[in-house]
Structure formats: structure tokens, C-alpha cells
């Protein structure tokens, strides 16, 4: 059964507990798939097609046994596609009603049997998630300029919109980096944003500073020989890196509390999208409370020594990450 997703909404998912989203729009799909969590009050254990493909009887047994998930789970699985579907099919048959089966994939062709299966069925739900058109975007981004109470031109709002071609989880990449580069500023001029919108995403600085906190020594050499970080982008590198430390030392006390890392990803707020899972899971694994509290405290005198030298501070970032490699040493 084929619908809009502003009619999720009214779906039953004790009823209707087989989902697939589709589509590339995976901004959207994130943004669904919490308020589910949340109207199910569930927790969500993600799962990628290949992990099970390549042992299926597991993956049933841990469904249908229960032994790693408990009741009214929403059970997430990734990159999903067409050789998924006799994993669907054998799941029907068992009839299982305690968990909801959210399948999520990318763009899926009308002759494609996944698709298929779930548009023809009444009790499966199936969801197209297409790129946001030009207004639904500026929406968003308006919103946002307003809740951080920063003026932003129509000129300028254009141009973020420009550069995310329709996929709200770019946008919203796009906004965390201004949100973070105008913590202690009320306005934000044309040439800071073209800075920061026009950094280099293949190696951005998102995965320079989650490999930093992931301690993976070679990922980070690679990122600093291949990218020639400016003086203006210093400063946000370090309140990005300001904004994970204390995101990951959030998870490391409830992960002290809770023992259970699955469910406090789950229930990160803000949601840890399933492609950066696995390093923050690393993230929490290999780092010890008081040391991320010391990290911080680190990362909030390079930000001030950042602002009495702004000259030099590509050189101050550089060395501050080349610390932080030898501290991996240590």
C-alpha cells in the first residue's frame, strides 16, 4: 500500500508493522523514522542488508528468539534492495507483530520486486521519499535562521538552497556548520557563508574530527595531507569539534548508566544517522569519560587562543590535531 508521508501520521503500526521507505531523500526518512520512535515509544536497532544476508539464520533467530532485542523494537535495516525480499517474504510467514520492520532503500525502479511487494500488499507500507522542492528547503532553512534568531538575506538563503540540490540532510549538514560558526555572533555576512557552505565534503571537516575522536591514526594523516584547511575555517573546525566532544560525552555517561550502547544511540538526541554509527559506536568504545571532559576543556582554550591569533590559526588547528595523533601514540 503506497503512501504520502504526511500520512504516516495515522498509520497503526501495531496493524501495519511491515515498512519500507525509498528514495534518496534520506534527510526526510531520518526526520520520519524519529517521530515513529516516538509515537511507538520504541527504540530502534539498525541492521545493514549485507550484515544479514551474510547470515540470515541469525539474523531470524535474533528476531524470533528475542535474544537481543526486546519487545516493541523498531528494527531498521539499511541499503536495502531487491535481494532483500525473501527476507521480507520469510518474516510474513512468521507473523511476527511485536517489532516494526522498517526496510530502508534507495532509489527503487518500478519493476523492482521489493517495491512491488509493497505497494501491492494492504497490510505493508510503502513510502516514496523524493528530493524537496526549492520552497519545502527554504522552509526549513527559515525556520531554522529564525529559532538561532540570525537575519539572513533572501540572496543568501538562495544560495545555501542552491547548494543542496534538494537533499535535506544536506541542508541540514549545512545549517549545523553555520549553527556551530555563529555561536557567539548575531549575524552572518555573505563572505563567512560562502566560506563555510563551499568547504570540501569528500573529506570534510565532519570526518576529520569524528576520526579524531575515533583515534584512527591513518584516516587522519590522509584528511590533513589532502586538504589545505584556511584560516577562517580554522575556527569552525574547532567548534565542530567543541560540538562532537561534548556530543560523544553525553553518550559515554548514559552509556555508564544505561550498559546498553544500542539504545543510548538510538535515543541520541540530535539523532546519530545510521552512516555514522559505526564510528561513534568506536567513538564510545575506545575513550574514557574524564579524558573527553579533559578534551573539552582543550578544544574551548584553542577556540580562545584561535581568536588572539587568527593569522596563524591554520597552524594552531594543524598542531592541535597533531596532538591529538600522538596522544593515540600515548
Not at 526496510?103 to 505493508?124: P, Q, T
Not at 568547504?199 to 584516516?219: F, P, R, T, V
Not at 586538504?227 to 561534548?246: G, H
Amino acid at each position: 500500500m503506497i503512501i504520502k508521508t504526511y500520512e504516516l501520521n495515522k498509520v497503526n503500526f501495531e496493524i501495519n508493522n511491515f515498512v519500507l521507505f525509498y528514495g534518496q531523500n534520506e534527510g526526510l526518512k531520518n526526520e520520519e523514522l524519529q517521530k515513529i520512535k516516538l509515537k511507538t515509544k520504541t527504540t530502534i536497532t539498525y541492521y545493514d542488508e549485507k550484515q544479514i544476508l551474510e547470515n540470515k539464520e541469525l539474523f531470524y533467530d535474533n528476531i524470533l528468539t528475542g535474544s537481543l532485542f526486546d519487545d516493541k523494537k523498531i528494527i531498521t535495516i539499511n541499503r536495502a534492495s531487491d535481494k532483500f525480499v525473501n527476507i521480507v517474504e520469510g518474516l510474513l510467514e512468521k507473523k511476527i507483530s511485536d517489532k516494526t520492520i522498517l526496510i530502508n532503500a534507495g532509489i527503487l525502479e518500478k519493476k523492482s520486486k521489493l517495491r512491488k511487494l509493497f505497494e501491492k500488499d494492504k497490510k505493508l507500507i510503502c513510502v516514496p521519499f523524493y528530493p524537496d522542492n526549492d520552497q519545502t528547503m527554504i522552509r526549513i532553512a527559515q525556520s531554522f535562521f529564525q529559532n538561532i534568531k540570525i537575519p539572513i538575506s533572501t540572496l543568501n538563503l538562495n544560495f545555501i538552497i542552491s547548494k543542496c540540490n534538494g537533499d535535506r540532510e544536506k541542508l541540514n549538514n549545512e545549517l549545523l556548520k553555520i549553527k556551530m560558526f555563529c555561536l557567539d555572533k548575531n549575524k552572518l555576512n555573505s563572505e563567512d557563508l560562502f566560506k563555510l557552505i563551499n568547504l570540501d565534503e569528500n573529506h570534510s571537516i565532519s570526518k576529520l574530527i569524528d576520526n579524531c575522536l575515533a583515534k584512527n591514526k591513518k584516516n587522519i594523516i590522509n584528511i590533513l595531507n589532502e586538504n589545505i584547511f584556511s584560516n577562517e575555517e580554522s575556527i569552525t573546525i574547532i567548534r565542530i569539534f567543541l560540538n562532537k566532544s561534548k556530543r560523544l560525552l553525553n553518550i559515554l555517561k548514559q552509556f555508564e548508566n544505561e550498559k546498553n550502547l544500542e539504545t543510548v544511540l538510538a535515543n541520541a538526541k540530535p539523532p546519530i544517522f545510521w552512516k555514522d554509527k559505526e564510528i561513534v559506536k568506536k567513538q564510545v568504545q575506545i575513550n574514557e569519560t574524564q579524558k573527553i571532559k579533559d578534551l573539552i576543556i582543550k578544544t574551548n582554550d584553542m577556540e580562545y587562543l584561535l581568536k588572539k591569533n587568527p593569522d596563524t590559526s591554520h597552524f594552531l588547528v594543524r598542531n592541535f590535531i597533531l596532538e591529538r595523533i600522538q596522544d593515540i601514540n600515548n
